[in-house]
């Protein structure tokens, strides 16, 4: 098993930024990618970044490209998610997820709320 721990969320203004880390334990040594996801009130969950456990490859959706910059300190065995230039549209609950090589992201932790007032 897997568990995920996230901190960071906030309340911030409109071009401010935000840290979220997210805190991995049990058998880590199984993680392949790692992950942010967010989900809005009403809306479905969205993908909003992705890195390799290697830390060699990383992606990221249209929408946050340029403002978000998602890292991993393996030594730590967590992966953080740098959130600049905020904007109200960013507001959503905030969630990391982590993989096995030849799964889906079965791990999953409780969340964290972030909020961009205008």
């Known amino acids: 098993q897997i568990q995920l721990v996230e901190s960071g969320g906030g309340l911030v203004q409109a071009g401010g930024s935000l840290r979220l880390s997210c805190a991995a334990s049990g058998r880590t040594f199984d993680i392949y990618k790692m992950a942010w996801f967010r989900q809005a009130p009403g809306k479905e969950r969205e993908f909003v970044a992705d890195i390799s456990w290697s830390g060699s490859s990383t992606s990221y959706t249209d929408s946050v490209k340029g403002r978000f910059t998602i890292s991993r300190d393996n030594s730590e065995n967590t992966v953080y998610l740098q959130m600049n230039r905020l904007k109200p549209e960013d507001t959503a609950a905030y969630h990391c997820?982590?993989?096995?090589?030849?799964?889906?992201?079965?791990?999953w932790g409780q969340g964290t709320q972030v909020s961009v007032s205008s």
């Open positions: 997820a982590a993989r096995v090589r030849l799964g889906t992201y079965a791990y």
